[in-house]
């Protein structure tokens, strides 16, 4: 009785740890308009990642959806320069719109540093609210400045952590091991 108890709890703690993330690319089209730093041939590209995929018709009221709580990594670059969760004092904010599909079909993104007085000193930022998107990417908030009227693309790819042979290996092991200790137990009984 115990064997199959065992069994069973083994069943379903098993899949448990087979949880995918979401990462969500974007592609930007080249800058059309530039001033300071950045060239014709900047453009902003990056992705964001979730721990599950974003679900289909996502808006707020027809508006977009906040989900800046939800994103757990995210790396953009517009060129010149390249903003991540893990860029010291970079604070982000991401807000979305899905289709019919759970494609992303319109968003705002923004990553960006403030110095002691509140004052945005590096940002990079991406909008795309169709049926015309533009993009804007800053490096300093004054002077520097690449702006696109094309929205670019999205992408996406789920991956699913799934557990290495050898602790699959290590854990059927030791429950061979526990199952042959009750089955023991219960012979001498």
Do not use: H
């Not at 300071?36 to 453009?43: A, I």
């Not at 027809?62 to 994103?71: A, C, F, P, R, Y």
């Not at 998107?133 to 696109?148: L, P």
């Amino acid at each position: 009785m115990r064997l199959r108890t065992l069994a069973l709890l083994a069943a379903f703690l098993l899949p448990l740890p087979m949880m995918a993330d979401t990462t969500y690319y974007y592609t930007g089209t080249d800058f059309g308009v530039v001033t300071g730093s950045y060239t014709t041939s900047d453009s902003i590209n990056g992705w964001f990642s979730v721990a599950s995929p974003l679900p289909a018709n996502l808006n707020n009221a027809g508006g977009l959806d906040d989900i800046t709580s939800e994103v757990t990594a995210f790396s953009f670059s517009d060129g010149v320069q390249t903003l991540t969760n893990s860029t010291p004092g970079v604070q982000s904010q991401f807000a979305v719109v899905t289709d019919n599909n759970a494609d992303i079909y319109a968003w705002l993104f923004g990553a960006f540093i403030k110095d002691a007085g509140g004052n945005t000193i590096d940002e990079i930022a991406s909008t795309g609210l169709p049926p015309s998107a533009e993009e804007y990417a800053f490096i300093n908030y004054a002077n520097d400045e690449g702006i696109t009227f094309t929205s670019g693309t999205w992408s996406s790819s789920s991956s699913s952590v799934t557990p290495e042979p050898s602790s699959l290996i290590l854990l059927l092991t030791g429950m061979s091991g526990i199952a042959g200790v009750v089955r023991r137990k219960l012979s001498r009984a």
